[in-house]
């Protein structure tokens, strides 16, 4: 009897292992400097949009594709003959179990967490956000260890102090800058792109200090709320959809009521929802939202390794956009941080070497008739037939990116 393997999902004949890794990668660069940009840009109408909007629309967003695609999966469940209000019985019973309330505490943390990039994104250039932000690992990590009782190995630990060097090293100030020499054309006039600083952008309200800080408990609020959401669906079957409709529909409450009505909602009532908002703002928001969607892609066909490298090139692309949208200077000290920061990256989600088993050798003279159960057991395990064993370390578990 032949065994066949099953057949690998394509997306218009390209597995989907490298659609979403490539996704990820340009969602990631994209996103950012699309955030930065939209928080630089000229004002329109009254002033400048409200972020707590747009992280409620994006929650909005990111519920309703979630719903679409559960609601395509639990007719499968229900059979091609099933009605759509059988399939919304369903999935309302699903989503609204009685333990679904647990996921309104890390719903919450992601809410805060998004609202912070926000602050993070008008005060740092791209690169350096996208650069600090893996700060990320670190927290997760240290929760994983403190609340999962997770061990890490001896290169995870390397792999942190250097994440945490490289990142401090990108912060170091640049001992001088040279200022970009302007375009001349043949008319002797300065060529005015839609990105130079005179024209295109507004980078004098940054305030550094403000987004470091913004970037920190933002990162350490991700790995909070990452860890336990982790720790809440251990053991649990719920489809990873039907737990984004969750995370999304609880993110509506403080999205809505401490974001837009209580921070914003006097402005809000003078200005309009929507003041502020045009083509650049809504494509940030639509790429916020395609985020968790494109990381639960990953999640399902790619492996950690492959989505930490996809995440590696996003920071190189935003880095190389920077300089060419933002007038980004790599200095010195960048590049030493930022290589580090990727090193790191890279030596974290390495699965360490397997360990060797032990096997004890028993000369054939000295074997009895007793020894026989002992005798098969070890050339068991000198087949390979090791029985439940976890295929990867525990410091090596996937589910602790989030």
């Not at 005798?375 to 090791?386: K, M, P, Q, W, Y």
Request: proline share 4%; glycine share 6%.
């Amino acid at each position: 009897m032949s065994l066949t393997e099953a057949p690998i999902p394509t997306f218009m004949g390209v597995p989907m292992k490298h659609v979403s890794l490539v996704t990820l990668c340009f969602q990631n660069s994209g996103l950012i400097l699309l955030m930065h940009y939209s928080r630089i840009m000229p004002v329109t109408g009254a002033g400048r949009y409200l972020t707590s909007t747009a992280v409620f629309l994006n929650e909005v967003i990111k519920l309703l594709i979630c719903i679409m695609v559960a609601l395509r999966d639990r007719r499968k469940i229900d059979g091609s003959s099933s009605t759509l209000a059988t399939n919304l019985r369903g999935l309302w019973a699903d989503v609204f179990k009685a333990d679904s309330w647990k996921l309104a505490i890390p719903a919450a943390l992601y809410t805060f967490q998004n609202n912070l990039q926000y602050v993070a994104v008008s005060n740092l250039d791209a690169a350096t956000f996208q650069v600090t932000y893996q700060l990320k690992i670190i927290t997760t990590a240290l929760f994983s260890v403190t609340m999962l009782h997770r061990k890490l190995s001896m290169n995870q630990w390397i792999s942190l102090f250097l994440l945490t060097a490289g990142i401090a090293i990108v912060q170091l100030p640049a001992t001088a800058t040279t200022p970009k020499p302007p375009v001349q054309h043949g008319d002797g006039e300065q060529k005015r792109s839609l990105f130079t600083r005179e024209g295109g952008y507004d980078e004098s309200h940054m305030d550094r200090a403000v987004g470091l800080i913004a970037v920190i408990i933002a990162c350490t609020i991700s790995g909070l709320a990452g860890v336990y959401f982790e720790k809440v669906l251990k053991g649990s079957s719920t489809s990873l959809w039907v737990r984004n409709i969750q995370l999304s529909f609880y993110s509506l409450f403080p999205a809505l009521f401490i974001g837009v009505m209580l921070k914003d909602g006097h402005e809000i009532l003078q200005r309009g929802f929507f003041d502020g908002y045009n083509g650049v703002v809504w494509t940030a928001i639509a790429f916020q939202a395609a985020g968790g969607i494109v990381v639960a892609l990953c999640v399902n066909f790619a492996d950690n390794i492959a989505k930490n490298f996809a995440t590696s090139i996003s920071i190189l692309l935003s880095s190389i956009a920077s300089v060419y949208f933002f007038d980004f200077v790599f200095t010195f000290w960048f590049v030493i941080g930022a290589s580090i920061v990727l090193f790191a990256t890279f030596l974290y989600s390495k699965p360490d070497a397997p360990k060797k088993e032990e096997i004890a050798y028993i000369p054939l003279e000295n074997t009895k008739v007793g020894d026989d159960d002992e005798a098969a057991s070890i050339a068991n395990v000198s087949n390979g037939d090791l029985g439940v064993r976890s295929a990867m370390p525990s410091g090596n578990d996937p589910k602790r990116y989030e």
